[in-house]
């Protein structure tokens, strides 16, 4: 699996929905990962740490489009805000079980995310998420 995924912060949807062609990193603030399916990764996050169901989430739109098409190009998608609170007001160690919960779901379907790699990921994006609400900002996915 070769995905680049770049969580970043931006004000609202049309100013994620520029940097479709070329990634958000010249543009806003952004963590850069690779390797996992980001898209999955937020319902599983989701689910892990603000409850409900994977289905139940996906039936609902989640993650939401913000631009680009899925099937032959980038992408960007918008955290939903129950997973930004969740991640904004998790402590350490409800992202560090959310971490390790999801690195085993991910182990079960034959991929292999390293735990501590999670925690990484996860308290980054727990961190990135709490700076953009502080400013009044969304955060997005961008995938290629």
């Not at 970043?8 to 543009?27: I, K, N, Y």
């Not at 409900?52 to 190009?73: H, I, N, T, Y």
């Not at 994006?125 to 709490?130: E, N, Q, S």
């Amino acid at each position: 699996m070769s995905i680049i995924a770049e969580f970043f912060a931006a004000p609202d949807d049309a100013s994620a929905a520029l940097v479709l062609q070329t990634g958000p990193q010249r543009a806003f603030e952004s963590l850069s990962f690779g390797n996992f399916d980001p898209e999955e990764a937020v319902v599983e996050w989701q689910c892990l740490l603000a409850g409900g169901s994977f289905e139940e989430l996906l039936e609902a739109g989640e993650p939401r489009p913000v631009a680009g098409q899925g099937d032959d190009g980038c992408v960007v998608f918008a955290i939903s805000p129950r997973l930004s609170a969740a991640l904004a007001e998790a402590e350490r160690s409800e992202w560090e079980d959310a971490a390790g919960a999801w690195a085993l779901q991910r182990a079960e379907e034959g991929e292999v995310v390293d735990k501590e790699i999670a925690c990484v990921i996860l308290g980054d994006l727990a961190a990135l998420v709490r700076n953009a609400r502080h400013q009044g900002q969304n955060v997005y996915c961008w995938v290629a």
